[in-house]
């Protein structure tokens, strides 16, 4: 039989980690482009919610008259 993954292999297998400062780093950079994500959300979600409006407004506009 080959070789299997379970718990006890996976325990025993190293996990090489780039030094601390790199580590930091990465995470530096990793929560920039968080708050860029959620900058880009909220945005959308402001067009989204003034495009509503503009459509309710405008079908409200022909229906008057």
Known sequence: MGKTLNASSLANMPIPLPPIDEQRKIV??????????DDLEARQGNRNRVSS???VAAVAGLSSQ
């Open 53 to 55: 409006e503009l459509a």
């Open 28 to 37: 530096e950079v990793a929560d920039e482009l968080i708050a860029l994500c």
